[in-house]
């Protein structure tokens, strides 16, 4: 499966962003999906996902209360709703599938301003 990420740009704190992934090559629905993020100089973190099958969604400390993954099986395509960003949300994020095997899209810079 081929993972496409969109949505990141320049925010202010405070600010909302939508992240995108898109997937193709594979139905999404058997995937196990999730998104991480690595600011400069850190090591890459989890921020959430959604399993396969149920649809059981887990959120890292650093979503908790503010972002809300979503995955919409029927366009191959999952989301992170991002609110009342930080300056420490700064990062690049990626998406990954997982379904035996990794893959994972190229990422999408966020820059939250103060």
């Known amino acids: 499966v081929q993972l496409q990420a969109s949505g990141g740009g320049l925010v202010q704190a405070g600010g909302s962003r939508r992240l995108s992934c898109s997937a193709s090559?594979?139905?999404?629905?058997?995937?196990?999906v999730a998104w991480f993020r690595q600011a400069p100089g850190k090591a890459r973190e989890f921020v959430s996902a959604?399993?396969?099958?149920?649809?059981?969604?887990y959120y890292g400390d650093v979503a908790k209360g503010r972002f809300t993954i979503s995955k919409d099986n029927a366009k191959n395509i999952m989301y992170l709703q991002m609110d009342n960003l930080k300056p420490e949300d700064t990062g690049v994020y990626y998406c990954?599938?997982?379904?035996?095997?990794?893959?994972w899209g190229q990422g999408t810079q966020v820059t939250v301003s103060s």
């Open positions: 090559g594979r139905a999404f629905i058997n995937y196990t």
């Open positions: 990954r599938a997982t379904m035996l095997y990794v893959y």
């Open positions: 959604v399993k396969y099958g149920l649809g059981t969604k």
